[in-house]
């Protein structure tokens, strides 16, 4: 309806009789269908999200989010409606929500009477707390279906009462929002349908709240209005939503980069998210989801789905070396029952190279040094880590190393002129400004005999405090390389990784003993297991002589246990490797590893976790000349440290070959000597696949990939452009089609009302059009004509007399269009002065 009604207001209806008010109040509160249709559109956006994270695979019984929203969705539009203040209402939704928590725990326990499920809640909440707050790693997931439950049911309610109560969709739509965001963080990065549920009943439902407050008002001052005005906004809706929809999906993303306060958060959330990952329990990965994100953490996920998604393109400098390869992302010293934890660590900057040829040569590590070229393919956990064949030597781009915390010797400094003889211990000669003065490698060129400089520790002012070192001839052990900024797809680096090739003669001649106190305790120990687990130990290898032997033998036994990667989840309060070893008796890499460790270590021989990528002849794109690396590459095994000899992989996964070594052809290939403190300028024969300059980080300035993406802004000003003009077109014919069969005299006082209204100065209840117009007048003494629009109005609308001569149609086109113009001027002021 287009016209405006000059209605007064609404008359009060007839008095019902007394036994009848309380049934008519009861209805109009509960029984409006303008609030049911809120009410679908709000349901809609519960469903996107309870929809998404019941599939996302968090938890193998994942609860039932769904029914849990729909339930606190109306208690919120009952309590919403009712004539309880907000102060009563909310403990009534709490306490609902408390027993539909603890309805669905119980439910989730399993089996059993009303008591024994009680018992068994309250046992394994109480095995996870004391686990939360000693530092362990929960194979129990209840507890963190509890809180979802517990967390669904204080979202949507909120969500609702937001909507009911204040009629406010934005804030109603920041929980489901929220939880939506962080569930493509963390499990999907795809957009599902149920994203586009969210969105278009979220969009849907900012309308509707808007036109309901505009409803109230309407009602309240008396003005009419159609009565089915709510389905044709929604109409109308649905077609800017969906038109809105499909411009953003066919828009090019651009060349943006991530603000650097999302790196700022994301960085701040980290330690967050390893305590999550340690305390959620096992999740059940029904997407494709990183087996390891070689964080600080690494538990048992229970069954996993390895995919194809491409992660990295490796290209080997030696043409003759050939796999399977190790790319070692990550190690683990600690184990936890329910999965591994990195233990101390130190992490600093280093130089490059890590370690220097002379370094190599005093410590006569066997093995060959092998350069690889490595490309980012996806935006995934893989651009958190530098991937190394083997031991970590040189990075070419800026790198942290994290180090064991016993590994690493902090030397003092001291002033230049004093003698050593003086001093406790070896220190490091400085200038007078303590170094400030010095760069880190000249201040590294200063470290005594004896040792090898890694990292140089400042104050806020430069001054040297410290320099880290390690004995001579040793190989510093680097547990984890990063690199400095977050590698993105499209990135490449150069590393040179150590792989050491000992013969099993020179593993068994290595000594059994003297392992120092920090490194028995983080490579010996282990929490307080089942006996047999012991036992097995010593039944399979305890009679071996040397570690190597054991080592072996221990490979051999595990190597029978066949691969399962639908491994059911460790049932609460039990021991991983033990439900491994005795009941479930399959499993994949990360329960083979662990055994093999946890075997080792309970017959005294320091072991850890390794994790990363293993690569092999299937693996190589002939054409790329390059490995490719996929989901499916993930891989974990097991490293066994042999004094005088370092730390030497074994495999008692069966997918794979026991030896993990690269095989090295004969040929009459040349192969450039290796450089370690040439890494930059590091000569890769590509074959086309990457550059031949030294390896930078692209989407810098005069990276590779930010040459084609000159066509960006051209494109990205069309589709600005192209949506401008839709909505502006849209806005026309829409004002066109608003007052369209009306005639021309009603036609411009309509347009007049709904400028003035937009301008801030509406009609008033009870003013007539001439008194409408005179106030106008008053308020916009530059206005002339404005009672010939008033009067040509009421002579049509209420006269029935639509003639008009030219004099008088050209005068009231005069009229509009100057009074078009101050109106329009005065609305855009006063939406500005809102913003």
Excluded at 56 to 62: I, P, V
Excluded at 128 to 134: D, Q
Excluded at 207 to 213: F, G, I, K, P
Excluded at 475 to 502: A, F, H, K, N, W
Aim: net charge negative.
């Amino acid at each position: 309806m287009a016209q405006l009604e000059w209605a007064q207001p609404a008359a009060a209806p007839a008095a019902l009789p007394a036994e009848e008010r309380p049934l008519r109040r009861l209805a109009s509160r509960f029984l409006d269908w303008e609030d049911w249709l809120t009410f679908v559109l709000a349901a809609g956006v519960v469903l996107g999200v309870s929809i998404s994270l019941e599939d996302s695979g968090w938890s193998r019984d994942m609860p039932d989010l769904t029914l849990v929203g729909m339930l606190a969705l109306l208690l919120a539009l009952l309590l919403a409606r009712s004539p309880l203040p907000m102060l009563l209402a909310w403990p009534v939704a709490v306490a609902a929500g408390v027993v539909v928590v603890a309805w669905r725990t119980l439910e989730a326990v399993g089996p059993g009477g009303l008591g024994t499920r009680v018992d068994a809640v309250y046992f394994r909440f109480e095995r996870w707390f004391h686990l939360a707050f000693n530092g362990g790693i929960s194979n129990d997931s209840l507890p963190f279906n509890t809180l979802v439950i517990g967390l669904t049911w204080l979202g949507v309610f909120l969500s609702g009462w937001s909507i009911y109560r204040w009629h406010n969709a934005w804030l109603g739509l920041i929980p489901g929002g929220v939880a939506l965001f962080m569930n493509m963080l963390l499990i999907d990065d795809t957009l599902p349908i149920e994203v586009f549920l969210y969105v278009m009943c979220g969009f849907l439902l900012v309308m509707r709240t808007n036109l309901v407050s505009q409803m109230r008002r309407w009602r309240a001052e008396g003005v009419s209005y159609p009565p089915l005005i709510s389905l044709s906004f929604l109409h109308y809706t649905i077609w800017a939503g969906l038109f809105l929809m499909a411009a953003s999906w066919i828009a090019p993303v651009g060349p943006f980069t991530t603000p650097p306060v999302v790196g700022s958060l994301s960085s701040r959330f980290e330690g967050l998210g390893i305590h999550f990952a340690r305390l959620a329990g096992p999740l059940s990965v029904h997407k494709i989801v990183p087996v390891h994100d070689y964080t600080a953490v690494l538990p048992f996920q229970g069954s996993i789905d390895l995919g194809e998604r491409e992660l990295l393109s490796v290209k080997v400098r030696d043409p003759t070396i050939k796999g399977p390869i190790i790319l070692r992302g990550a190690v683990y010293d600690e184990y936890a029952s329910g999965g591994w934890k990195a233990g101390p660590r130190r992490e600093v900057d280093v130089p490059t190279p890590i370690v220097r040829a002379a370094t190599l040569d005093a410590a006569g590590a066997g093995g060959r040094i092998v350069p690889i070229t490595v490309t980012v393919e996806a935006d995934s956990v893989v651009g958190t880590v530098l991937f190394t064949p083997g031991q970590p030597l040189a990075a070419g781009v800026p790198a942290r190393a994290r180090f064991a915390e016993g590994d690493i010797t902090e030397l003092a400094t001291m002033r230049e002129g004093v003698t050593f003889a003086r001093l406790p211990g070896p220190r490091v000669a400085l200038p007078e400004d303590h170094g400030a003065s010095l760069t880190d490698d000249e201040v590294l060129e200063r470290t005594p005999e004896g040792w090898t400089g890694l990292y140089v520790s400042r104050d806020d002012h430069g001054v040297v405090r410290a320099i880290g070192v390690v004995s001579a001839g040793q190989v510093p052990d680097v547990v984890v390389l990063s690199p400095r900024d977050r590698l993105q797809e499209g990135d490449s680096y150069t590393v040179l990784g150590l792989i050491r090739d000992v013969s099993p003669a020179e593993l068994r001649a290595a000594p059994f003993y003297g392992y120092p106190q920090w490194f028995a305790r983080a490579y010996l120990s282990l929490p307080e297991m089942p006996d047999r687990v012991a036992a097995l130990a010593r039944r399979i290898a305890g009679a071996e002589p040397t570690a190597y032997d054991r080592a072996k033998a221990i490979e051999s036994y595990l190597r029978t246990f066949p691969i399962d990667y639908a491994i059911g989840d460790t049932p609460p309060g039990r021991d991983a490797v033990d439900y491994f070893l005795f009941e479930a008796k399959a499993g994949y890499f990360d329960y083979h590893a662990s055994a093999m460790v946890v075997l080792l270590r309970s017959l005294g021989v320091p072991a850890r976790l390794a994790a990363g990528f293993v690569v092999d002849s299937q693996d190589f794109d002939k054409e790329a000349g390059a490995y490719v690396v996929q989901d499916q590459d993930a891989y974990a095994w097991a490293e066994v440290y042999f004094p005088g000899q370092g730390w030497v992989e074994f495999n008692p996964s069966p997918e794979r070959p026991a030896e993990l070594h690269p095989t090295q052809s004969s040929g009459d290939i040349t192969v450039p000597p290796v450089d370690l403190n040439d890494i930059r300028d590091l000569p890769v024969s590509t074959g086309g696949l990457f550059p031949l300059e030294p390896p930078e980080k692209s989407g810098q300035a005069g990276g590779a990939a930010g040459g084609g993406s000159g066509g960006y802004p051209l494109w990205i000003a069309a589709g600005v452009l192209a949506l401008l003009a839709a909505v502006v077109g849209s806005a026309a014919l829409g004002w066109r089609r608003s007052v369209a069969g009306l005639p021309y005299q009603q036609q411009l006082w309509e347009k007049t009302v709904r400028l003035a209204a937009w301008a801030g100065h509406p009609p008033q209840p009870g003013q007539t059009p001439a008194s409408f117009a005179g106030a106008l007048a008053r308020r916009f003494r530059s206005l002339r004509d404005l009672d010939l629009l008033a009067q040509a109005y009421g002579r049509s609308r209420f006269g029935r007399n639509d003639a008009l001569d030219g004099e008088e149609s050209e005068r009231l086109a005069r009229a509009w269009a100057k009074l078009r113009a101050t109106l329009a001027w005065q609305a855009v002021r006063r939406l500005w002065r809102r913003r």
